[in-house]
């Protein structure tokens, strides 16, 4: 009789039933770890995006320095005023008006004060062919005499006066009308050839701007708006839910840290360029930082316009200058780019050690 052969019953024989699960686990623990990659690319995402807003929300200068820094203009004003400059009206400008300005004050931080005379006493200026120079030259004679123990220079279109804790820059301006037709105002007022919202209170008018002397001394004045600007820069960063503000104050940070290839104010406008031609929308502050680095070799390379105006602010720069710009711009890039490949492997601390090294210490 010959011997019977059994087969196995999957069900009864654990060995068989084990292997069974066995096949089974590999796909179900792959599900979970995954799961749990995600779960870090996400962590990461959010950690590191909250990182970049408390960077930019930390930069900017706190309500007791704007104090002191309107202190100081009131002093300065006050002096000149007492030594026969007849002033229309003066204001602090540029960063601080932007809100854009940084800390920690020192002796690089500029404060930029717009000093607008009368054109009936100091009218000369105004429509002198060698104006610019002799209306700077004359406020630095006043502020040495205010200030003897510090350093009063000529810096380009401003009288720069060295204190311990920050750097006052004295721009003499007149009201735009005093120096230019005010039926021929210049350049039309329109931005990639959109024109302008219309402004309350008529500050649609170019000529309700200011002139300053040329920014790289060619004896000529030219056409500044600071409140027609910080309109126009505001309506953009509520229209990005305030990322403009983040970005711009981050990028200005890394322009200090890499020895200011280009000015402040330079930096800031291809900030507002980027949000008015290039930036998506809804997108993160982690992401437009990427993004705006992405496009930042070109910004340096090619023209950059104030808005108001259009006046040329990277006229100056030679093409050695704007290429050691377009190189450090580049090489943030590329660190950026390192950064976003750590954070999305869900590796904060090596992702944020990386963005660090574009922003600096304070990036936490």
Same mark, same amino acid.
């Given at each position: 009789?010959?011997?019977?052969?059994?087969?196995?019953?999957?069900?009864?024989?654990?060995?068989?039933?084990?292997?069974?699960?066995?096949?089974?686990r590999p796909s179900s623990q792959q599900s979970l770890a995954d799961q749990d990659d995600e779960d870090g690319r996400q962590e990461a995402t959010e950690e590191i995006e909250?990182?970049?807003?408390?960077?930019?929300?930390?930069?900017?200068?706190?309500?007791?320095?704007?104090?002191?820094?309107?202190?100081?203009?009131?002093?300065?004003?006050?002096?000149?005023?007492?030594?026969?400059?007849?002033?229309?009206?003066?204001?602090?400008?540029?960063? %601080?008006?932007?809100?854009?300005?940084?800390?920690?004050?020192?002796?690089?931080?500029?404060?930029?004060?717009?000093?607008?005379?009368?054109?009936?006493?100091?009218?000369?200026?105004?429509?002198?062919?060698?104006?610019?120079?002799?209306?700077?030259?004359?406020?630095?004679?006043?502020?040495?005499?205010?200030?003897?123990?510090?350093?009063?220079?000529?810096?380009?279109? %401003?009288?720069?006066?060295?204190?311990?804790?920050?750097?006052?820059?004295?721009?003499?301006?007149?009201?735009?009308?005093?120096?230019?037709?005010?039926?021929?105002?210049?350049?039309?007022?329109?931005?990639?050839?959109?024109?302008?919202? %219309?402004?309350?209170?008529?500050?649609?008018?170019?000529?309700?701007?200011?002139?300053?002397?040329?920014?790289?001394?060619?004896?000529?004045?030219?056409?500044?708006?600071?409140?027609?600007?910080?309109?126009?820069?505001?309506?953009?960063?509520?229209?990005?839910?305030?990322?403009?503000?983040?970005?711009?104050?981050?990028?200005?940070?890394?322009?200090?840290?890499?020895?200011?290839?280009?000015?402040?104010?330079?930096?800031?406008?291809?900030?507002?360029?980027?949000?008015?031609?290039?930036?998506?929308?809804?997108?993160?502050?982690?992401?437009?930082?990427?993004?705006?680095?992405?496009?930042?070799?070109?910004?340096?390379?090619?023209?950059t316009r104030e808005p108001v105006y259009q006046e040329r602010l990277d006229k100056g720069m030679s093409s050695k200058e704007r290429r050691q710009a377009a190189g450090k711009?580049?090489?943030?890039?590329?660190?950026?780019?390192?950064?976003?490949?750590?954070?999305?492997?869900?590796?904060?601390?090596?992702?944020?050690?990386?963005?660090?090294?574009?922003?600096?210490?304070?990036?936490?």
């Open positions: 009789m010959g011997t019977q052969r059994t087969t196995p019953n999957p069900r009864s024989d654990g060995g068989t039933a084990a292997a069974a699960s066995g096949s089974r909250e990182s970049h807003q408390e960077h930019a929300e930390n930069a900017k200068i706190t309500d007791r320095q704007g104090q002191e820094m309107e202190e100081r203009k009131d002093s300065v004003v006050g002096y000149l005023t007492e030594d026969g400059f007849h002033i229309k009206e003066s204001s602090i400008y540029g960063s %601080v008006l932007q809100g854009t300005a940084t800390r920690p004050l020192d002796s690089e931080t500029d404060v930029d004060i717009l000093v607008v005379l009368d054109e009936e006493e100091h009218g000369e200026w105004a429509k002198d062919g060698k104006g610019t120079r002799n209306a700077l030259r004359a406020v630095k004679r006043t502020l040495e005499k205010k200030y003897p123990n510090h350093d009063v220079s000529i810096d380009r279109s %401003v009288v720069a006066v060295q204190f311990s804790d920050f750097k006052v820059e004295v721009t003499p301006a007149f009201d735009y009308s005093a120096a230019h037709n005010p039926e021929e105002p210049g350049d039309p007022v329109t931005v990639g050839g959109v024109e302008l919202p %219309v402004l309350p209170s008529g500050r649609d008018d170019p000529n309700q701007g200011y002139v300053i002397p040329d920014t790289y001394g060619e004896e000529s004045w030219t056409g500044t708006n600071p409140r027609r600007f910080q309109s126009m820069y505001e309506a953009v960063d509520e229209n990005n839910n305030g990322k403009l503000q983040q970005v711009a104050v981050t990028a200005k940070k890394w322009n200090e840290k890499n020895g200011k290839p280009v000015s402040s104010f330079h930096m800031v406008n291809m900030a507002y360029k980027y949000f008015k031609q290039d930036a998506p929308s809804n997108a993160s502050t982690t992401e437009h930082m990427h993004r705006f680095f992405r496009q930042l070799p070109d910004y340096m390379q090619s023209e711009a580049y090489n943030a890039q590329e660190k950026l780019r390192e950064a976003k490949r750590l954070q999305e492997q869900g590796k904060t601390e090596k992702a944020k050690e990386k963005y660090r090294e574009v922003y600096g210490d304070n990036f936490k």
